[in-house]
């Protein structure tokens, strides 16, 4: 009873706003890197130096100097809470090097509000502005976040298997 009652007390409370990310955002996106790793149930989390390792650093060195860095964040009460941003590089999503490969992360206490939907497609109409036809990303088969992104319309495009071992959905989501 108390855990229902916590979580409609919580969702009542989360109301984040989303907003294009700015320059000022971009020294959020480590902590946001280490927030989208995925760890199952019973599993211990990694090190938050996982992130200094060059197959995952990659989605947020120097972000914002090249083509396809474009990001919202949510923010709430003056805290940024949940970020979604893209890049054009050699990584788990690489399609090709037109399509930006999509990152997404909300602070915990804040998931299974809606706040990573209303990232998701504030992100998709950016992209869109910014004359891209589609978006990937790279997930985790286990991950219950590929519910999500099959409800906003990404496609499995591949099954591979990452550094780590781990069993990965490659997807895409066409965006004209």
Same mark, same amino acid.
């Not at 390792?53 to 919202?72: H, S």
């Not at 809606?114 to 502005?129: H, S």
């Not at 999500?148 to 495009?157: A, C, D, H, N, V």
């Given at each position: 009873m108390n855990e229902i009652r916590h979580t409609i007390l919580t969702t009542h409370k989360v109301n984040a706003k989303v907003r294009t990310m700015q320059e000022s955002d971009y020294g959020c996106l480590q902590e946001f890197l280490y927030q989208a790793i995925f760890i199952p149930k019973g599993t211990t989390p990694p090190p938050r130096s996982i992130i200094l390792?060059?197959?995952?650093?990659?989605?947020? !060195?120097?972000?914002?100097?090249?083509?396809?860095?474009?990001?919202?964040v949510a923010e709430q009460?003056?805290?940024?809470?949940?970020?979604?941003w893209t890049r054009?590089?050699?990584?788990?999503?690489?399609?090709d090097n037109n399509t930006p490969e999509l990152a997404i992360s909300v602070l915990p206490p804040f998931r299974g509000?809606?706040?990573?939907? !209303?990232?998701?497609?504030?992100?998709?109409?950016?992209?869109?502005?910014?004359?891209y036809k589609q978006t990937s990303l790279s997930v985790q088969k286990d991950n219950p976040a590929v519910q999500?992104? !099959?409800?906003?319309?990404?496609?499995?495009?591949d099954e591979k298997t990452d550094h780590a071992g781990h069993e990965d959905y490659l997807?895409?989501?066409?965006?004209?």
């Open positions: 390792e060059p197959e995952i650093a990659v989605y947020i !060195k120097d972000f914002g100097t090249q083509r396809g860095d474009l990001g919202v009460n003056g805290q940024v809470i949940g970020a979604a054009i590089i050699s990584a788990y999503g690489h399609i509000h809606g706040t990573g939907t !209303k990232l998701i497609q504030k992100l998709f109409a950016v992209l869109r502005t910014h004359g999500l992104y !099959k409800r906003l319309g990404y496609t499995l495009s997807m895409i989501k066409a965006l004209q």
